[in-house]
């Protein structure tokens, strides 16, 4: 047994309309909820892709959330619909590659909803700690240039 | 006049495919065969691993490698074939991104060897025969060429086109040689060059190449079927759409695409629709795209080992 405890680290994606203001207003409101989540905030769910998703595992994340807004709420109208149904696909594609799709957690939370935002990723963390850790190493090529596994950003 | 220079091909674990894929050049491949001296080629003439022992380093102008990485054999002889060359190229989508056998590594090499023959099984040699002559052992996983060793070049496609194969012993054979890691084929996405209309630009449904006989002139996506097409780069003439049947990515993925099945994902859950957008159609969306039944082996059909880590392990 590791002498600490294993301590999930999760990368959250939150929108800044709904989730991220959802989160600060957990923040404000002295809320206490494990502190295992880096935030990100992008403008739209909508915007977060499996790329960046599957970037984070590979960097060492065992668990992935993305906050976005309740159906109907989307500052883009449709944002968080497109979210949905690339994450369940996500989702599917995760299990297939040996990954338990229950990293990967999408909430809808708004913007008063801090009290939400604490408790789904009280939720969260415990999942994630009885999954344990996730080591999704990187591997080097040896190609010269990198034709072969571009990166985000490249 | 310099020397004509010497070619290497060689198959590791792939079908034979690439090697006849130079039958494609039609008459052409004679004006090719009259410019090379064959240095080592299993497929085509008589020539030995100790044959190409014998070479000085770097002696061979340019190796290509087709086949997947799968046994401690396929790796002995890409490092001897890489030390006496002076180019490698990844001839084939086994070779550049693991191919249709990387598809494996979904499962270890323990279930594969337990599954093929048995339990208990280990790789003898024959009633007989000396130790020397058992079977190579299989590799944990299977890899692409540039796991193991300096690529140079990469030719793609299962098996390589004609053009691209053209693009690559133009180069070859006129010295103008482009930087290292240039992959023969278009850097722009399948679609570029595919003759079908694109209209609908939404998913309704999908469906398997095998339940529709698809509209000639519409973009196989808009009838429901999965085409690649999106994310993999052209150079093959859309080849497959024109035929009726989806682009399947064996020339590997645009360089603005990344992974090819995330960019897949992200552009079909932009795509699909199951009436009006909200939570009313979250359970017929589900089900729409529940008929993708195996996302993993559509998207990375010939490129697991590329970009697809971490598949069942042993360790794991």
């Known amino acids: 047994m590791p002498e600490t405890p294993f301590e999930p680290k999760i990368v959250a994606f939150l929108c800044r309309w709904c989730a991220g203001a959802g989160a600060d207003l957990a923040g404000t409101s002295r809320i206490a909820y494990p502190a295992n989540a880096v935030?990100?905030?992008?403008?739209?769910?909508?915007?977060?892709?499996?790329?960046?998703?599957?970037?984070?595992?590979?960097?060492?994340?065992?668990?992935?959330?993305?906050?976005?807004?309740?159906?109907?709420?989307?500052?883009?109208?449709?944002?968080?619909?497109?979210?949905?149904?690339?994450?369940?696909?996500?989702?599917?594609?995760?299990?297939?590659?040996?990954?338990?799709?229950?990293?990967?957690?999408?909430?809808?939370?708004?913007?008063?909803?801090?009290?939400?935002?604490?408790?789904?990723?009280?939720?969260?963390?415990?999942?994630l700690k009885r999954l344990g850790p996730l080591h999704l190493e990187r591997e080097e090529k040896t190609m010269p240039a990198s034709p072969v596994l571009p990166r985000v950003g490249s | 006049m310099p020397p004509r220079p010497?070619?290497?091909?060689?198959?590791?674990?792939?079908?034979?495919?690439?090697?006849v894929s130079f039958l494609e050049l039609g008459p052409a491949l004679l004006d090719v065969l009259a410019q090379i001296e064959i240095a080592f080629w299993p497929a085509l003439v008589d020539t030995k691993r100790s044959d190409v022992e014998a070479l000085a380093p770097r002696s061979i102008a340019a190796t290509l490698v087709n086949g997947t990485l799968r046994t401690e054999e396929n790796v002995e002889m890409v490092h001897l074939l890489r030390e006496k060359s002076e180019l490698v190229v990844a001839f084939g989508a086994c070779a550049?991104?693991?191919?249709?056998?990387?598809?494996?590594?979904?499962?270890?090499?323990?279930?594969?060897?337990?599954?093929?023959?048995?339990?208990?099984?280990?790789?003898?040699?024959?009633?007989?025969?000396?130790?020397?002559?058992?079977?190579?052992?299989?590799?944990?996983?299977?890899?692409?060429?540039?796991?193991?060793?300096?690529?140079?070049?990469?030719?793609?496609?299962?098996?390589?086109?004609?053009?691209?194969?053209?693009?690559?012993?133009?180069?070859?054979?006129?010295?103008?040689?482009?930087?290292?890691?240039?992959?023969?084929?278009?850097?722009?996405?399948?679609?570029?060059?595919?003759?079908?209309?694109?209209?609908?630009?939404?998913?309704t449904k999908v469906v398997r190449p095998h339940e529709l006989v698809p509209d000639p002139n519409v973009c196989l996506l808009d009838q429901g079927m999965i085409c690649l097409g999106p994310v993999t780069r052209g150079g093959c003439g859309a080849a497959c759409p024109k035929a009726g049947m989806p682009c399947t990515g064996c020339v590997g993925p645009t360089p603005n695409a990344g992974d090819p099945g995330l960019a897949m994902i992200s552009a079909l859950g932009s795509l699909a629709r199951a009436g009006e957008e909200g939570p009313g159609a979250f359970a017929a969306e589900d089900r729409l795209l529940d008929a993708l039944v195996d996302p993993l082996g559509t998207f990375y059909k010939y490129s697991l080992p590329a970009y697809v880590r971490t598949g069942k392990r042993s360790d794991r």
């Open chain 1, 39 to 127: 935030p990100i905030r992008v403008n739209c769910s909508g915007r977060v892709e499996p790329e960046w998703v599957m970037e984070a595992f590979r960097s060492g994340a065992d668990g992935v959330f993305i906050g976005g807004c309740h159906p109907g709420d989307c500052h883009y109208v449709s944002g968080n619909y497109k979210t949905r149904r690339r994450i369940y696909l996500l989702k599917k594609l995760l299990a297939e590659m040996g990954i338990e799709p229950e990293r990967v957690r999408l909430e809808w939370v708004s913007a008063t909803e801090g009290a939400k935002y604490a408790r789904v990723m009280k939720e969260f963390v415990a999942e």
């Open chain 2, 6 to 19: 010497r070619i290497a091909v060689y198959w590791t674990g792939g079908c034979g495919g690439c090697d």
């Open chain 2, 96 to 203: 550049y991104q693991g191919g249709v056998p990387g598809l494996a590594n979904l499962a270890t090499r323990d279930e594969i060897l337990r599954r093929m023959s048995g339990n208990g099984f280990r790789p003898s040699p024959p009633p007989g025969g000396e130790a020397e002559d058992a079977p190579p052992g299989l590799l944990p996983q299977a890899k692409s060429l540039a796991d193991e060793i300096t690529v140079d070049y990469v030719v793609p496609g299962c098996p390589p086109m004609p053009p691209l194969i053209g693009l690559l012993l133009g180069a070859l054979l006129s010295g103008d040689l482009p930087a290292p890691g240039h992959v023969f084929a278009h850097d722009k996405a399948l679609c570029e060059e595919c003759p079908r209309t694109r209209e609908e630009r939404k998913l």
